[in-house]
């Protein structure tokens, strides 16, 4: 198992975020989530200035093995996507935390950190899922 970064926020969806200088939060997924998915092969990637939904369905990533959802971890505008992705999947499973984001929103409220969990309490989940 991967060191988690501590500057991220995670959910349990297994989606990690960072908050940017300028107010945005990136967001991508993680290192077990990359790791389940095995090589990843195509990502669908949402429109840029989309709003999407806390909740809602963000982006695709589809591996040899399976595709999955990818669900907006906050409610936002989406004012950047990573392009490079669309040729070059499987930045996700090389970088998942750095190279491989996905996508860069600009959040439509506060961020609810009550409804993250901080590295620690995400370690402690992928242990009960691993248990």
């Known amino acids: ?6 500057d991220l926020m995670y ?14 939060v990136t967001v991508g997924i993680t290192d077990h989530a990359q790791s389940a998915l095995g090589d ?3 990502v669908e990637l949402p429109e840029v200035d989309q709003e999407l939904d806390s909740g809602g ?6 591996s040899v093995k399976a595709a999955s ?7 936002g505008t989406v004012a ?15 970088d998942p935390y750095g ?7 600009q959040p439509s409220e506060a961020l609810d950190e009550g409804a993250l969990l901080s590295p620690d309490d995400y370690q402690s989940l992928l242990d009960e899922e691993d248990a």
Not at 1 to 6: A, F, I, N, Y
Not at 57 to 62: H, K, L, N, Q, W
């Open 99 to 105: 190279d491989g984001w996905i996508v860069r929103l």
């Open 57 to 62: 369905d963000m982006a695709v990533v589809e």
């Open 40 to 42: 990843l092969v195509y």
């Open 11 to 24: 959910t349990s969806e297994h989606e990690w975020l960072r908050r940017e200088d300028d107010g945005s």
């Open 1 to 6: 198992m991967s060191e988690l970064p501590g």
């Open 69 to 75: 959802d990818v669900y907006a971890p906050i409610s």
């Open 80 to 94: 950047a996507v990573n392009d490079e992705l669309s040729d070059d999947p499987e930045k996700i499973n090389a």
